[in-house]
């Protein structure tokens, strides 16, 4: 099945300060999505990203299907940044989200 | 427009006890998917279905966990005689259809005592 690896594992920023995570995949990609999964638990939907760039705000992903990765960057680090981020593609039937291990953000003032 | 919910957010069951969580779908998706999270793991599927059908359950364990997702209501999925290490979050997300993006309910926590 679908291989999804984050890095880096853990990343600790003061605020104001930039980061970019890494998505690698090991197949190709139909269905991409990054999250951000808050301190409370809560998973919220940062980007549906199969391929090209979008941008947010201070965030903004871009995919490379062609080389199997997808980065997320984000800009101005702000102490709500701080949650696990997770990177998750869909496997070849269809039928689930296969999920990265994620990053921990932590961004401290 | 209301987004996935979960219900209910929190469930303490003994050993041996039933778990039933519920979930509801974005208005205007008829796609289901469950997902375990234990804790400091990233989010595992368990199960896909539609109205009716299951399509996909090739996360479930084979004894104990069942879910569904009748014509009418929300999705369901039940753990019978729970352990100690059915402990976990369980999220709930929805679709318009297969392949589309996916958004996600708050999440059950089961705590098994």
């Known amino acids: 099945g679908i291989q999804v690896e984050q890095s880096p594992p853990d990343l600790i920023l003061q605020e104001g300060a930039n980061s970019t995570l890494r998505c690698n995949f090991s197949d190709s990609v139909n269905n991409l999505q990054w999250f951000h999964q808050n301190p409370w638990g809560q998973l919220i939907n940062l980007f549906y990203i199969p391929s090209g760039t979008k941008q947010n705000g201070r965030l903004s992903a871009t995919t490379v299907a062609t080389e199997r990765y997808s980065l997320l960057y984000i800009s101005s680090s702000q102490t709500t940044d701080s949650g696990v981020y997770f990177c998750?593609?869909?496997?070849?039937?269809?039928?689930?989200?296969?999920f990265g291990k994620g990053t921990t953000l932590s961004v401290s003032s | 427009n209301a987004g996935v919910m979960q219900n209910p957010r929190h469930l303490v069951r003994r050993r041996g006890q039933e778990a039933r969580l519920r979930c509801s779908p974005m208005k205007g998706h008829s796609h289901v998917y469950w997902y375990r999270q234990l804790p400091e793991e990233g989010l595992k599927f368990m199960v896909y279905l539609q109205k009716e059908n299951i399509i996909d359950e090739s996360g479930m364990p084979k004894e104990r966990f069942s879910a569904e997702f009748p014509k009418e209501g929300p999705s369901i999925l039940r753990i019978q005689q729970v352990v100690r290490g059915d402990s976990a979050a369980y999220f709930c997300a929805s679709s318009p259809w297969t392949g589309d993006e996916a958004f996600f309910g708050q999440g059950t926590r089961l705590t098994v005592v």
């Open positions: 998750a593609l869909l496997n070849q039937a269809g039928t689930a989200l296969i």
